[in-house]
């Protein structure tokens, strides 16, 4: 099994910056996409960015060009710069984990207000 924890959420001014961490342990070896998802109050799960052990990178368009996602293999951490957050940024960023299943983190709040 994978374990994931995420880290790096809390309360930005909008047009700030945060950045998210997803750092995983167990059966890793066999992950073959890792990325962020997210869900606002009475909306759907979105996905928001995923990058592949290749390295290949999806984004949403919402977020493109704002948003970038990246990897340390050394760390077993994908991290999730976000940049010019918008109000509606705000949400709950679920990392997942795509071996097979797919495996998610508990989530993190991630809230843009000034």
């Known amino acids: 099994q994978v374990q994931l924890v995420e880290s790096g959420g809390g309360l930005v001014q909008p047009g700030g910056s945060l950045r998210l961490s997803c750092a995983a342990s167990?059966?890793?070896?066999?992950?073959?996409?890792m990325g962020w998802y997210r869900q606002a109050p009475g909306k759907q799960r979105e996905l928001v960015a995923a990058?592949?052990?290749?390295?290949?990178?999806d984004y949403a368009d919402s977020v493109k060009g704002r948003f970038s996602i990246s990897e340390d293999n050394a760390k077993n951490t994908v991290y999730l710069q976000m940049n010019s957050l918008k109000p509606e940024d705000e949400s709950v960023y679920y990392c997942y984990a795509q071996r097979g299943t797919w495996t998610w983190g508990r989530g993190t709040q991630v809230a843009v207000s000034s």
């Open positions: 990058i592949t052990t290749g390295g290949s990178t």
């Open positions: 167990g059966s890793i070896f066999s992950i073959a996409a």
